[in-house]
C-alpha cells in the first residue's frame, strides 16, 4: 500500500523556520522524483520545489533562497527546511511522488500558518 505522510507543519511568526518532512512506503522511492506543491485559500496548488532521483533541484522563484529540499532514500523520506517564513507562505502543502512515466502520488497535507 503506498502511503505519503507529511509532517512538520504548524504555526510560526514571520522570519521563523519551519521543517516538513514527508515519509513514504510502498513506492520505489530512490527512482521516484519528490517534492512539494502548496495550495493557500482561493488559490490553485504550485509547485514550491521539487528533487529528482538524482538529486537535482527545481524552486519556485518565490522561495528560492529560503527553501532546501532534500532526499533521504535510505529512509524514503523527502524534506522540506522553509526559513525566513513569509505570511504569504501560508498554505497546505502536499508532498508528491512521481515515477518516471507515472502520474503523481499525494500526501493529505499539512498546514502551514505564518503569522505576521
Known amino acids: 500500500q ?10 510560526v511568526q514571520a522570519g521563523g523556520s519551519l521543517r516538513l518532512s514527508c ?15 502548496r495550495q493557500a485559500p482561493g488559490k490553485q496548488r504550485e509547485l514550491v520545489a521539487a528533487i529528482t532521483s538524482g ?3 527545481n524552486y ?15 529512509r524514503s523520506t523527502v524534506n522540506l ?18 515515477r518516471p512515466g507515472r502520474n503523481k502520488l499525494w500526501g493529505q497535507g499539512t498546514q502551514v500558518t505564518v503569522s505576521s
Open 55 to 57: 538529486g537535482i533541484t
Open 23 to 37: 515519509a513514504t512506503s510502498g513506492i520505489i522511492f530512490s527512482i521516484n522524483a519528490m517534492g512539494w506543491y
Open 60 to 74: 519556485a522563484d518565490s522561495v528560492k533562497g529560503r527553501f532546501t529540499i532534500s532526499r533521504d532514500n535510505a
Open 2 to 11: 503506498v502511503q505519503l505522510v507529511e509532517s512538520g507543519g504548524g504555526l
Open 81 to 98: 527546511q522553509m526559513n525566513s517564513l513569509k505570511p504569504e507562505d501560508t498554505a497546505v502543502y502536499y508532498c508528491y511522488s512521481q
